[in-house]
């Protein structure tokens, strides 16, 4: 079995081939995109050092861009009638794993 960690989108997600991973918003609409890796684990091997990680690429197909769930944010400020109400959603990209090697 044959999983890796990757930084995706400012956080870091645990993928194995076939996985998909919404991460925060990449420009790029279609094709594939390679992830960085952190960690490598090829059964018993686990990897972590720098130099060999340079080596290993995790290659994604980019599935599609979304947005994330609507957040309301309210600030309210007792007795003074200060309220202020914002909403905001996060744009997003599904990617799926298409190879580890």
Known sequence: MVY???????RQEKVEVGTIVTMNRIE???????????????????????????KVKVVAE??????GPK???????NKTGYKKRQGHRQDLTRVKVTEIK
């Open 71 to 77: 957040i309301v944010i309210q600030k309210y400020k």
């Open 62 to 67: 980019v599935i599609d861009q979304t947005r």
């Open 4 to 10: 890796a960690v990757v930084r995706a989108g400012g």
């Open 28 to 54: 790029q609409s279609s094709g594939t995109v390679e992830l960085p890796a952190l960690l490598v684990v090829d059964g018993d091997k686990v990897t972590s050092d720098p130099q060999a990680l340079a």
